[in-house]
């Protein structure tokens, strides 16, 4: 089975940089995905890793320690809209299927 | 740009009575999923399908089943509605086990009084 855990909530400041972090713990990984979600909203794909290391993309990047069972998420430069619950999504090795995690809700504020 | 639309925003159903919430997707994807999100208790898988007439139970599949008749559409059903399924209810679809980007539709907000 699947275990991840990330931080319930987080709270930043407008302009500053937030790390999000996401520890797993799997019985075959593929891959990790995190995704934004603003609240009454759907999830939104943000980025995927499959191999070690940093994966930039504009504000965001997302890194990826597989022998850790360890990703972050890391928003740059802070906007109010940035405020969204951040989800870490496992893939395993049954095909098509990824395990969430319970998501981490950031709170960016002036 | 994929689209995946659910058949209704807000549903408001009886105990015991038969829920149908039916997902459609317009991208030719091989993959449908239903989850279920709940306050403290994040995306919960109920069942997947990964080709037409196949499914997959989830993590959550009891008081469930699915349909998937045709390729763009996968359906779930709640055969006796009961007040432990009052949840939100997304669909999501991904074009193949290569590609495992998961792209969901608005969500369904069911109420089972």
């Known amino acids: 089975g699947q275990n991840i855990d990330q931080p319930t909530e987080m709270t930043a400041t407008e302009g500053a940089i937030v790390q999000i972090n996401c520890t797993y713990q799997t019985s075959g990984f593929n891959g990790l995905f995190w995704y934004q979600q603003h609240a009454g909203e759907a999830p939104t794909f943000l980025s995927y890793?499959?191999?070690?290391g940093l994966e930039e993309k504009g504000r965001f990047s997302s890194f990826l320690s597989r022998s850790k069972g360890y990703s972050y998420l890391l928003l740059k430069e802070l906007q109010m809209k940035d405020s969204a619950s951040y989800l870490c999504a496992v893939k395993g090795t049954n095909a098509g299927k990824s395990t969430f995690g319970d998501g981490t809700t950031l709170t960016v504020k002036p | 740009d994929v689209k995946v639309t659910q058949s209704s925003r807000y549903l408001v159903k009886r105990t015991g009575e038969k829920v149908f919430l039916e997902c459609v997707q317009d991208m030719d994807h091989e993959n449908m999923f239903w989850y279920r999100q709940d306050p403290g208790l994040g995306l919960r898988l109920i069942y997947f399908s990964y080709d037409v007439k196949m499914k997959e139970k989830g993590d959550i599949p009891e008081g469930y089943s699915v349909s998937r008749e045709k390729k763009e559409r996968f359906s779930l059903i709640l055969e006796s509605a009961s007040t432990n399924q009052t949840s939100m209810y997304l669909c999501?679809?991904?074009?193949?086990?290569?590609?495992?980007?998961?792209?969901f539709g608005p969500g369904t907000r069911l109420l089972v009084l």
């Open positions: 999501a679809s991904s074009l193949s086990d290569i590609q495992e980007t998961q792209y």
């Open positions: 890793n499959v191999l070690d």
